[in-house]
C-alpha cells in the first residue's frame, strides 16, 4: 500500500497538525494557530499529561464556558487568574512612565452605565464610607484633555457589585460616567472602596483553592478614560492599606496605582461638595498617551 | 511607601504566577499548572498577542464550553483536530510493534450499548451495505484472550450516529459489545462505514473553515477492546479506498488501522453467518499488551 501522506507522527505532532493548514488561510491566523499548537503539544509533552489528567483538563474547561452567563466571565477570570490579561496589557501598552498605568477590566464591567454631571454621588443606596474623588485628565505636556469620558465601577461595601446583587442594590449602584471639565477637571462621591473574594464559587474558584491561592482582591476602583486622539486607559485605583495589596488573585496591582487616601477637615470643601465634615478624599489624575 | 513583594512584572510574568502557588499545594498539580502558565505566557509574548485577539480567544473558548451538551463534547472535538488527542494517546501508550494501536476516542462513544452474542447485527435499521467483521483477540505471544469485551459503534450510511439523530434512527443503531470465546474469537454483523463531516456547526468547525481544513474524517469504525489483565485498546478501523485517509480532521489514521475489506463468494459462509452472498468481510485482530 502507498505511503498515505499528513498521518500523525507523535515525534512531529505539532509540525503535523500545523502542516494541515491552507496556505491560503489567513496569515496572521497561521502565525497565531502555529504558536498555540506549538507550546500546547510542547507542554503536554514535558508535563507527561496522562490520559486522565488529559480528561480532567477538559472537564475543567468545559465547565469554565458553562459557568460563564450574561454577567459572568469565568474565561476573562481565568485569564486574569493565570496573569493572562495583565501580560497581554502588557505586550499591547508600551507607555511613558509618567503616563497611566493599565490594569485588568475584570468580569464586572457593564458598558453603557449612567452619565452623571461632576460631583454627583454615584452611591444610590447610601451605604459606606464616603469619599470624594477629584482628578484632571492630561496629556504627556502636562496639558488639560477636556471632553474625555471617566466611566467608573466599583464594589459596595459588602464586596458585591450591582450586578452581583440584582433586587438587592439599586440598578447602576456605584457605576457611573463622568466629562472631563475645559481644564480637564472632573470630580464624583462615591464610597471608600473594601476589599472582595472574586467569584470562586466556579471551576477558577476551585483551581485557585487547590493551588493554595486566594480569592481576596485588595480594594480598588475602576476606570475606563477615554479621549478622542488618545489611547483608553482601563486602570484601577488601590487603597494603600489593604493587606491584600500583595495576593491580588488576578495580578492587577502596579505601584503607580495605590493612591492616596487622606481624611480633609475643612467645612467649606465639604459643604461645596455636599459631602459631610470631615471626609475622606482621594486625587486621581490621568495622564494619557496620544494614539500614536 | 514599603515595596509590595508579588506584584506583576511583564518581564518574568509566569514566574510572578507559579510562584502565588502555594509549597503545599498538591506536588503534580504545582509541575502541571507550572508547565502550563509557563508555555502560555511564552505563546502569548512569541505570538504578540493583541487585545482584541485575546477577546476573540476569550470568545471562542466561551462558545465551545458552552456548545457541550450531554452528547457533544466540543472540547474534546477541539482537542481531537488540535493533535492534543493523539499525542496524550502517544505519550501514554508506548506499545510493542505487533500490538493492536489506539486511536482517538472521539466525542460520540456512549457507554453501556447493548451486549449481543457473536455474529449478532448491529444495523437496527437494516440500511448500508452488510459487512461481516470477524477476528481474534490475541496476547502478545498470540494467546486467545477469552472473556474480552470487544465495543464498537460506528456512524450510519449518511455519515450520522445514533446520538445525533434521535427519534429518526433507533436507539442504539451499530452500537454494541461482544465477548470474545475461548479460542479469542468474536464476530458481529455491521454495515460498510462511510466517511462524514465532524460536527462542524461549532466553534471548531468554523476555526476548520477559517484554516482552510476540510472537517470531513475517513470511514471507519469505532472499538474499545478490554479484558482483564491487559490494557485497554481505543481504536478504529478504516476502509482502505477512501478518500479521506490522508485528511482525518482528528488525526485519528495509522497505517496500521487500515483494515482488509474483501467482497466474499461463499454461500456456505454466508448462510451460517445470516448474510446474503456475496457479502464483504474484513479480518479485525486485536493484539493487547498485558498491564504493566
Redesign the interface.
Known amino acids: 500500500?502507498p505511503?498515505?501522506?499528513?498521518?500523525?507522527d507523535?515525534a512531529r505532532?505539532?509540525e503535523?497538525?500545523n502542516e494541515?493548514?491552507?496556505?491560503?488561510?489567513?496569515p496572521r491566523?497561521?502565525?497565531?494557530?502555529g504558536?498555540?499548537?506549538?507550546?500546547?503539544?510542547?507542554?503536554?509533552?514535558?508535563?507527561?499529561?496522562?490520559?486522565e489528567?488529559?480528561m480532567a483538563g477538559?472537564t475543567f474547561?468545559?465547565?469554565?464556558?458553562?459557568t460563564?452567563t450574561d454577567w459572568r466571565?469565568e474565561?476573562?477570570l481565568l485569564?486574569d487568574t493565570?496573569?493572562?490579561?495583565?501580560?497581554?496589557?502588557?505586550?499591547?501598552h508600551d507607555r511613558p512612565e509618567s503616563a497611566t498605568d493599565n490594569t485588568v477590566l475584570g468580569p464586572f464591567y457593564v458598558p453603557q452605565s449612567p452619565h452623571y454631571a461632576n460631583g454627583a454621588d454615584i452611591a444610590l443606596d447610601g451605604k459606606g464610607e464616603p469619599v470624594l474623588v477629584e482628578g484632571r485628565v492630561t496629556d504627556g505636556e502636562g496639558n488639560p484633555v477636556a471632553g474625555a469620558s471617566i466611566e467608573v465601577w466599583q464594589a459596595n461595601e459588602d464586596g458585591f457589585y450591582d450586578v452581583q446583587q440584582k433586587g438587592i442594590q439599586p440598578e447602576w449602584n456605584l457605576r457611573g460616567q463622568f466629562t472631563s471639565e475645559a481644564d480637564g477637571a472632573y470630580s464624583f462621591r462615591s464610597v471608600k472602596p473594601r476589599h472582595y473574594a472574586i467569584p470562586h464559587d466556579g471551576p477558577v474558584g476551585r483551581m485557585l483553592e487547590?493551588?493554595?491561592?486566594g480569592p481576596v482582591r485588595p480594594a480598588h476602583m475602576h476606570f475606563i478614560v477615554m479621549a478622542p486622539g488618545f489611547d483608553t486607559v482601563t486602570t484601577h485605583i488601590f487603597t494603600?492599606d489593604c493587606p491584600y495589596?500583595?495576593?491580588d488573585p488576578v495580578?492587577?496591582?502596579?505601584?503607580s496605582l495605590?493612591a492616596d487616601f487622606k481624611v480633609i477637615d475643612d467645612a467649606d470643601r465639604a459643604a461645596k461638595a455636599s459631602i459631610s465634615n470631615p471626609f475622606q478624599a482621594v486625587r486621581v489624575n490621568f495622564e494619557l498617551v496620544r494614539t500614536s
Open positions: 500500500m505511503k498515505i501522506q499528513g498521518l500523525f507523535a505532532s505539532a503535523i497538525v494541515r493548514m491552507s496556505p491560503q488561510a489567513d491566523l497561521r502565525e497565531i494557530m504558536v498555540v499548537v506549538r507550546h500546547l503539544h510542547a507542554a503536554i509533552r514535558e508535563a507527561s499529561i496522562t490520559t489528567e488529559w477538559i474547561l468545559t465547565e469554565t464556558g458553562q460563564c466571565q474565561f476573562i485569564s493565570l496573569g493572562v490579561s495583565m501580560l497581554v496589557d502588557a505586550i499591547n487547590a493551588l493554595g491561592r494603600p495589596l500583595s495576593q495580578f492587577g496591582v502596579k505601584e495605590i
